[in-house]
């Protein structure tokens, strides 16, 4: 039989000009006495385990009630001191009346995504006028670049391959390419998915290709042949200037750059000089964040002849949206279902599998990436 104590109230002590040792000590007892209680809690609910009977209405009859309120204080404040915040697992901003496998609505207008200029791609008509410093760096080509008449090539290069550390021509207009690590991550992905094997002869096309260093990549890695597009004719040019200064015009590959919006090319790219019945083996997708509408993107990648089965696309798209992606869209054409979804700073890279049939290896449904 336990018994129990009366409520213990301490006399709250009188203050003193500079007699404050025994306002702290008046504390420590009272919080002494806590612990004391929460501590004598806790042996009662384990006594009343033992006893087989039931913990919380044998507490809440027997203890005082300023006893429960005092052994709860206690045990909320020792908890959530303890405690680690919790995990925020679902990224998705929830629009009313959205149900579940159709697009968000941030998807279906332009994106508000912010980003500082780089130095090795910002064009002289961007930077602030009678200053200097890193606030406005000026980059030059060196040797063999600088004589070949590159714009800005020391940090724009290709990683690996064939063409490893080759530096690329950047146009003067204003574009963000995909950082080095991005691209090295996602092609050691495309390399494990057995893409570039030398029994497949990868056909890449390249959307908003800039200077067309995600296309001379793959192009280093392994692919046959790269189909680049974009709207500038400046990219166009470097893309063009590139391909020659990687030694990919000759007869082991096979190029093309068309000069188009990426939209018409996906919808009728027959219209803008692609072949009828040409399909890839990848898609890779790096718009600029801000002037683009994603599900636009969605639907003419879904719904465009250019993809088949067992295509690989990839998107970039701004952390702004992470976790808005759907992991499984049901286009015109093709089923696009989701194998990965991986945040790179404030870069995300979704990659999709189109109508898989199982003979890519790796590359098998991953929802809980696309939460």
Known sequence: MIIWASTIDLPKPQTFPGKRSSVDLYNLLQMRIL???????????????????????????????GWQDSARQCSLSSSSLSAKPAKKKDRRRIVPGESQGTIPANLKRQVE???????HVVPEFTRSKESGGSANPKLRPQGKAREAGLNNPSMLKIFGGT??????DSPSV???????????????????????????????????????????ESLSRGARHCTFCDLSPDCCGAISRNIKWCQFDGEDYTTQVVCADVL???????????????????????????????????????????????TIVLMEYPVELWGDLPHVY???QVTMVGIRNRKYGRT???????????????????PEEFI
């Not at 990868?202 to 067309?212: C, K, Q, Y």
């Not at 199982?358 to 098998?364: F, H, S, T, V, W």
Request: glycine fraction near 8%; include cysteine; hydrophobic fraction near 40%.
């Open 35 to 65: 612990w004391a209680r929460s501590s004598l809690y806790n042996l009662t609910i384990l006594a009343c385990f033992l006893a087989g009977a039931s913990p919380v209405e044998s507490f809440h009859r027997s203890v005082p009630l």
């Open 113 to 119: 995504a912010k980003r500082p200029p780089l130095g």
């Open 163 to 168: 063409a490893r550390g080759r530096r690329l």
């Open 174 to 216: 204003y574009l963000r390419p995909m950082m080095g690590k991005v691209r090295e991550a996602v092609y050691s992905t495309l390399i494990s998915f057995g893409l570039y094997d030398q029994t497949v002869a990868v056909r890449h096309l390249d959307l908003f290709s800039g200077s067309g260093s995600v296309g001379l």
């Open 264 to 310: 018409q090319l996906l919808r009728d790219p027959v219209s803008v000089g692609i072949p009828k019945g040409e399909t890839f083996n990848i898609v890779t997708i790096c718009p600029p964040y801000e002037e683009v509408v994603y599900a636009d993107l969605l639907e003419a990648t879904a719904g465009s002849p250019l993809v088949t089965d067992d």
């Open 330 to 332: 049901n286009g015109d």
């Open 348 to 366: 995300v890279i979704a990659m999709y599998i189109c109508n898989p049939t199982g003979k890519i290896e790796n590359a098998e449904s991953r």
